[in-house]
Every structure is written in C-alpha cells, then in structure tokens.
C-alpha cells in the first residue's frame, strides 16, 4: 500500500505568473510503505521544495500530497525530516535539542525514559562527549549529526532526508549511512532520501528517481536498485548489477547536464577596473 | 591521538614572499567546565598567490582557524599577520565564503553581489559596477536569476551567488569553508573551474577547507593536514606537485596520484 502519494503536483512561488509549475511541474510519485526511495538531482532543480511539500511547511500550488491517504495540511512527528542546514535551535544544548523532539513525539513517555531514549541517539551519532554542548559550540558535520539523532529519536514512521550527508566528512557520512539504514531496517519504516549523490543512493535505496533541472522541474524514469540487503559498500565496486545501475545513472544526469549548459551561450564582459587599494 | 601529531617543523619562507603568516596561533573556547582548547601552537606561513587546502577530521578546528584569519573570530593567543601587519577584525583584503550561503534574503542575487561590489569599488560607474555582478554571476552559472531575491532560489543556487559576491571585490586573500559541500558533483567540478580561473587571473591567494581529498588535491599547491582536536595544529603539509593548468582527467592517470592521494587518506585514517 502506498504510504505517500503525489498526484499531479505543480509548485511556483509567484501565484500571480502565469506559469502554475515555474518550479515543479506534474509532480505524480508513489512510495510503498518500507520503502527506501531516493531522488536524485542537480542544485536548484526544486529538491528541497519538494521535501518542503511533503514535510507539510509548503502546499502545492495545485495537486495533493497523501500521506497514509490523507491530505497532508501541517508538520507531524509521523514524518521526521533532516535538514539540509542542520536547523537546531540555537540557545538549546544538544541534549535539549533532541529532548524537544521526544516530547512532541512521546508526551506520555516517563522523563526517564525520555531520558535513555535521548543518551541512546546521542551515543548512536558518536556526540555523547558534546551532550551538553549549543551548537554554535559545534562543526557543522556535529550539527548534522544532531539533526540526524533528532529526527531518529521520534522514530517517525517515515524519513524525509534533505541532502543530509552533504557536508560531511566520507568517514562520519559512511557512518550515518549505515545508522539512517539500520533504524529504517529494524523498524521498517519508509524513507525517502534527497541526494546528489549517486553512489549515496545506489547505497541506500531500492528505487532511484532522477530530478530534472528546474525551472519546470519534474520526475525523470526510475532506476530500481536490485542489489540484496545489507549491502557491502567494498564488495558493490564489483558488482556487475551496481556498476550497469550506477552507469545508466550517470550517463542520464550527464545527459540532462549538457543539455542545461547547451541553452546557455550569453556573454558578460568584465569592465576593467580593480578593486580600491587597500592599506592595512 | 596518532603518530603523525608529533611536532612538524614548519616550512619557513623568505618574508617578501609570505602573504599569511600564522605564528604560535591559539584558541580558547571558555567552558563551565574550564578551559577548551581548540587550536594550540599552530604555526603556518601562506605564500602570496598560492592555493592552499586544508583538510582534516569534522570538529578538529578548521573552521575556527579560518574564521580567525578571516577577522571574525578573537585570537587567544599567537598572531596572525597579513603582509607582515597583524590583522585586527575583518577588512575587505580578505574575502570569505562559508559552508552555508550568507546572503541577504530579502535582495536580488544581483543586489546581494553590489553590497561587496560597492565597497571595493567606490570609484567605479554604476554601469561597471552592474557589469561586474553580471560578469561574476554570470561566471557561476546564475545569469538566469539576476532579478530573483536570494529567498526564492535553492540553498546550491544561493551558495554560488555567494562565491560570485567574494570573486567580484577581488579580495587580495580568498578564504573558502568548504564551499562546494552542498553542491552535486556537476556543478562543483564547474565551480572548480570557475574558483581556478579567478584566482589564477587574479593572483589571489587562496585558503580552502574541503573534506573532498581529489578536490583538495586537484586545487592546491599543498594540502595542509590538521590533527584532531583538541589542541588542533598542522599534522602534515603535502605539496602537490602537478604542472598547471591542470585538468581532471590528466591528474587521474597521472602516475603519484594515487601516491598523494593515498598519504591524506592515511592521514584522515589514523
């Protein structure tokens, strides 16, 4: 049964134009539950105005997003979502930052037991010697980690994940990966991922679904990732399902890419003038 | 924590030479629990026009050594010299651009880029200065969103009207915190290019952060190893050695690609 639905949706940011899909255009997705969906594209091509429909902090300009066949109206800890730019609240510890999100998931859980549950996330992400640190006290990948705990914690039924690796370092991303995977696993729970990343996908999910560059952005052919659980990230290098998957990938993206580039040819010429000289 | 955070001994070069000068640098973060040390005798001398990149472990303190740089952030200790002048607080001579896009919601990508552009060049007409927002916009790939506010263009798009903004007042010191994180591996192998071309043209000298070990090593005159903190300094310096220009796939077959390649791995590894 689908847990998330997408029929026919248009998005633009300027109702007043005339052009009703400027951003997304015809937008129709299904994912099943215990699904592992990612969404692949290009900076701008509309993917975070996405995620932002289907969190409920955007509506579509026209068409309907279902979740659990209900019209999505507002933000629910059904669906728990990580940032691209981390979001934390800045005068909150790390430990407080998580708590937050325990309570609006689980009012009625035990403090201590809300307790176990916030230590638990924080030693998952490896931050249990930052735990009551603000994040501006942070790096940016600590920041992300958080985030990544926060969202977790709720266990929200489905995982909505915004380009959430992308600032990382590969050890602590490769980390996160294989948390993200195994609480997705172990609860079966639906998640869709947000990535530019190619490999990142063919790691983590069952069907990649391309994003063509924007404006009128809209959904390309799907690839399915038909490689048997738990993957072997050393071992997919010589899998001959993995590297065919992953070739059509690429050779699509670099495909749309060259088309994009194509319809540029303007011209900007640089006045000749330096900046003021500067005296220290 | 590991062996390669034994004291190195850093590379001195003549002082006409040198643009960026860190000297016994340190940085304090007061805690309820006492003092933490971040960065502690951290030493490194830039040369003028040289690409430098840094790499090392996510929360060693390399943001906070660059922000140092950049003026933004107290020096606890050491100094830190601009052309042989300690620098007090940001200026101009130094541009910076951040992990996350810092722009002006509420201004046009073209309005966002004159905010710098009016102040390194009080001089210029307003036609030049216009032409130099397009040129630079252009030169990112946004000159299709001159009259969009910052608000309405995606967080990638927003990154590159930010690296627009610091190529157009020609800063004598560029400083990049991991720039190109947030953008897919397209539009930053493009932006690579683009970064290239200014500082080449513009004899800029440039510091960057990456966690990309081919970005660090395709950009730089030497890759600077920081140890994890706390108590960050420079582990390992690593020059690279290719002829520029350079190209991508000239530097993958080149035989000591690898060879570099493998050092900042073991480093990062260990």
């Known amino acids: 049964m689908a847990i998330l639905e997408l029929k026919n949706i248009y998005k633009t940011y300027n109702p007043t134009k005339e052009d009703k899909g400027e951003i997304l255009n015809n937008i129709n997705l299904s994912i099943k539950e215990g699904e592992f969906v990612a969404i692949v594209g290009f900076s701008g091509s509309g993917k975070t105005t996405l995620v932002n429909l289907i969190n409920g902090l955007l509506k579509p300009t026209e068409g309907e997003v279902l979740f659990k066949s209900k019209i999505v109206e507002d933000t629910s800890h059904e669906r728990g979502v990580i940032f691209q730019n981390y979001s934390l609240l800045p005068w909150l510890t790390v430990y407080q930052n998580i708590d937050m999100a325990l309570q609006e998931a689980f009012p009625k859980a035990s403090k201590q037991e809300k307790d176990v549950r916030v230590k638990e996330y924080i030693e998952m992400v490896g931050l249990t010697h930052a735990t009551n640190k603000r994040p501006k006290e942070l790096s940016g990948g600590m920041r992300q980690r958080v985030s990544v705990a926060r969202a977790l914690c709720m266990d929200p039924e489905m995982i909505i994940m915004d380009e959430p690796l992308g600032a990382l370092d590969a050890l602590t991303r490769g980390n996160l990966q294989d948390e993200i995977l195994k609480i997705w696993e172990r609860n079966k729970r639906t998640a869709l991922l947000i990535t530019n990343d190619v490999d990142e996908a063919m790691y983590m999910a069952d069907r990649i679904i391309p994003l063509k560059p924007g404006p009128n952005a809209t959904l390309g052919p799907e690839f399915k990732v038909n490689i048997a659980r738990p993957r072997n990230k050393a071992s997919l290098n010589d899998n001959a399902e993995y590297k065919k998957t992953r070739n059509e990938i690429i050779a699509y993206l670099m495909d749309l890419g060259d088309e994009q580039a194509a319809g540029n040819d303007s011209h900007y010429e640089l006045p000749d003038i330096q900046p003021r000289d500067y005296r220290w | ?270």
């Open chain 2, 1 to 270: 924590m590991s062996t390669v955070a034994k004291h190195i001994e850093t590379q001195k070069f003549p002082a006409n030479e040198v643009m960026l000068d860190l000297v016994d640098l340190k940085k304090i973060y007061p805690t309820p629990k006492g003092d933490y040390v971040v960065l502690e005798d951290l030493n490194l001398q830039i040369r003028k026009e040289e690409f430098i990149t840094i790499i090392g472990h996510s929360g060693c303190g390399k943001t906070t050594m660059l922000s140092m740089i950049a003026g933004l952030n107290e020096i606890s200790g050491g100094k830190i010299t601009v052309l042989g002048s300690s620098i007090k607080g940001p200026g101009p001579d130094r541009g910076v651009i951040f992990q996350s896009p810092s722009l002006m919601p509420w201004l046009t990508t073209i309005d966002n880029v004159m905010l710098g552009v009016k102040q390194a060049y009080p001089h210029a007409t307003k036609k030049q200065k216009e032409d130099i927002c397009k040129y630079y916009l252009h030169k990112v790939g946004m000159d299709c969103a001159f009259n969009k506010r910052a608000s309405e263009i995606s967080q990638g798009e927003q990154q590159r009207v930010g690296i627009a903004r610091a190529f157009a007042i020609k800063p004598k010191v560029l400083l990049l915190d991991e720039p190109f994180g947030m953008l897919d591996s397209l539009t930053r192998g493009q932006l690579q290019d683009v970064l290239i071309d200014v500082w080449n043209k513009e004899k800029i000298t440039a510091v960057m952060i990456t966690h990309d070990v081919d970005e660090a090593i395709f950009l730089a005159d030497r890759v600077v190893m920081m140890t994890s903190g706390p108590k960050a300094k420079i582990g390992d310096v690593l020059p690279i050695e290719f002829e520029r220009p350079r190209t991508r796939k000239a530097i993958l077959e080149h035989d000591d690609y690898y060879k570099y390649r493998k050092h900042l791995i073991d480093f990062l590894e260990h």
